[in-house]
């Protein structure tokens, strides 16, 4: 089952107040354009905490 997502950077919010009490925190997304914008935001709400993206591999699995 799919919980829905809250609305609009209120998910940034949820994880950079989550981030605050768990470190380090790793956060795994569906896309990599959600990735991107989770980088982008979370700085916003908990500012002087790093957030890094790890680059996309581009492959499939079990693809030789």
């Known amino acids: ?6 609305e609009g950077s ?4 949820l994880l950079a107040r989550l981030a605050e ?3 380090p925190l790793v ?5 990599a354009a959600e990735a991107q914008r ?3 935001e979370i700085p ?3 500012p002087g905490r790093a957030v890094h993206l790890l680059p ?5 699995p ?3």
């Open 10 to 13: 209120a998910d940034a919010l």
């Open 21 to 23: 009490t768990h470190r």
């Open 27 to 31: 956060i795994l997304t569906e896309t």
């Open 44 to 46: 916003w709400w908990a």
């Open 38 to 40: 989770l980088l982008e």
């Open 62 to 64: 079990y693809s030789a």
């Open 56 to 60: 996309d591999w581009e492959t499939l």
């Open 1 to 6: 089952m799919k919980l829905p997502l809250p």
